[in-house]
């Protein structure tokens, strides 16, 4: 089964930086796309960033030029750097995969087309 974990969150004062990290483990050979999502407490779940292997990334228009996504692919990582953090900027910050190939419990390799990984989720919080 694919397991997606983050980790990196932490309260933080305005101005200050951050930096999240997600594994992605499973007997994975590739993932299309790596992503990062935030959700605050009574609002839906939003972009933050997100990167197609091969591509180049999107982020959400409240976090362009502050934040900064990449990815290991050999390690099937993906990393987001935070920086000039506000409180705004506080939520749970959830790792996303999608498009992922990998082998089952009887080791045929299975394309998980259209299937959204979601990891449990690391807190931000930005506060002085």
């Known amino acids: 089964q694919v397991q997606l974990v983050e980790s990196g969150g932490g309260l933080v004062q305005p101005g200050g930086s951050l930096r999240l990290s997600c594994a992605a483990s499973?007997?994975?050979?590739?993932?299309?796309?790596m992503g990062w999502y935030r959700q605050a407490p009574g609002k839906q779940r939003d972009m933050v960033a997100v990167?197609?292997?091969?591509?180049?990334?999107s982020y959400g228009d409240s976090v362009k030029g502050r934040f900064t996504i990449s990815r290991d692919n050999a390690e099937n990582m993906v990393y987001l750097q935070m920086n000039t953090l506000k409180p705004e900027d506080t939520a749970l910050y959830y790792c996303?995969?999608?498009?992922?190939?990998?082998?089952?419990?009887?080791?045929?390799?299975?394309?998980?087309?259209?299937?959204?990984?979601w990891g449990k989720g690391t807190q931000v919080t930005v506060s002085s």
């Open positions: 996303n995969a999608l498009g992922v190939r990998y082998r089952d419990y009887d080791g045929v390799e299975t394309y998980s087309y259209g299937i959204n990984y």
């Open positions: 499973g007997s994975i050979s590739s993932i299309d796309t």
């Open positions: 990167l197609p292997s091969g591509g180049g990334p």
